[in-house]
């Protein structure tokens, strides 16, 4: 159950990163979503969801890596 719920944690923002990237897009190839305003700030919401989920997966690894002891210390932390 646990790693159901993991594997959604993950795909969730997969799946918001991959609208952002769809969103950009769009904006480069003209063709306009009714929901934004101008074609700047749809492509800067899908910059923001790209960068966000990217972030949030990013982040998820890191934490489970450091809980695991998976991380290499680096030389300064010695």
């Known amino acids: 159950m646990i790693r159901i719920i993991a594997v959604l944690m993950l795909l969730i923002p997969g799946l918001i990163s991959a609208y952002g990237i769809k969103l950009m897009r769009d904006t480069l190839f003209n063709e306009f979503h009714p929901i934004f305003f101008h074609n700047g700030i749809q492509f800067i919401a899908g910059l923001v969801f790209f960068i966000g989920g990217i972030w949030f997966i990013g982040g998820f ?12 210390q680096n030389k300064n932390d010695e």
Request: charged share 60%; proline share 0%.
């Open 61 to 72: 690894i890191v934490y489970r890596d450091r809980k695991k002891q998976k991380k290499q």
